[in-house]
């Protein structure tokens, strides 16, 4: 009867993830609901707020997308040089906002750095910690607690999923008198529906609450949808939307951990 035992191993990690995953779904919907307020009181008390390039790129693609939104806007006013292999060029030292200063000073005072430190300093420097604070307390971006805890806990359930297959592989190779293979199955069987049936009702019900953007934020995002000029489609959607081949070559060159 040693498949019993894997049994009971199998829906005490099925139980665990899955309830993990719909606290943190809870805590989640508590926090988009809090900055649907904010979001909601801002506009009452305060001009409507129109989403500038930089609050785009943050709500669409986090800290990383903004760091390649002002390498691309710089480049494309031609005062940075984003060369096919890889290394950024100062051409212009002057920064007009605090993005493309934070950029400068991630390349350094020799005017010369390979572009992924740069990315990588630029998306955890003060410019863009502070753009995430404003938007978090104008309710239209999540905290990050909130995004990273249900992400999580879909891939504590996705992983639990695997490892109720794998006990189930197990109990069926072990000898069972007296059980037909068939049942053990069966048994088995009841823990899986449970992780793929949490997956599938988290895909359903909980992507609104694990981007960067709030319901509030994605409802502003919403109106760039038809907006195709080429910065905004850049923050929109990327550095997928580039279309020279000398700047697809230059990020192709630098990979960087994206979450977009």
């Known amino acids: 009867m040693f498949w019993v035992l894997l049994l009971v191993l199998a829906w005490g990690v099925a139980v665990a993830a899955c309830s993990r995953l719909c606290l943190a779904a ?10 649907a307020r904010a979001a909601e009181t801002a506009a009452h008390t305060g001009p409507a707020h129109g989403l500038t390039l930089y609050e785009a790129a943050f709500l669409s693609g986090g800290p990383a997308r903004v760091a390649d939104l002002t390498l691309v806007s710089m480049a494309s006013d031609h005062r940075l040089l984003l060369a096919h292999t890889g290394w950024a060029t100062v051409v212009d030292p002057r920064g007009r906002d605090e993005m493309e200063r934070s950029v400068l000073g991630a390349i350094g005072p020799e005017g010369q750095s390979p572009i992924a430190p740069v990315r990588a300093s630029t998306a955890t420097g003060d410019a863009v910690r502070g753009l995430a604070d404003r ?30 297959l794998l006990l189930g592989t197990l109990a069926l190779l072990l000898p069972a008198p007296n059980v037909p293979h068939a049942l053990v199955a069966l048994w088995f069987a009841l823990p899986l529906a449970l992780t793929l049936s949490c997956l599938a009702m988290a895909r359903v019900e909980i992507p609104p609450y694990t981007r960067w953007a709030s319901p509030a934020g994605l409802r502003l995002l919403e109106s ?25 070559a230059a990020f192709a060159r630098t990979p960087y951990p994206r979450r977009d």
């Open 26 to 35: 809870v805590r989640a919907a508590a926090v988009g609901s809090d900055a």
């Open 135 to 164: 938007l978090v307390s104008a309710g239209l971006a999540m905290p990050d607690g909130a995004r990273t805890t249900v992400a999580a806990g879909i891939r504590e359930v996705r992983t639990a999923a695997t490892a109720v």
């Open 224 to 248: 760039l949808a038809q907006d195709r000029t080429y910065l905004t489609s850049v923050a929109v959607h990327g550095i997928r939307a580039l279309d020279e081949p000398n700047l697809r």
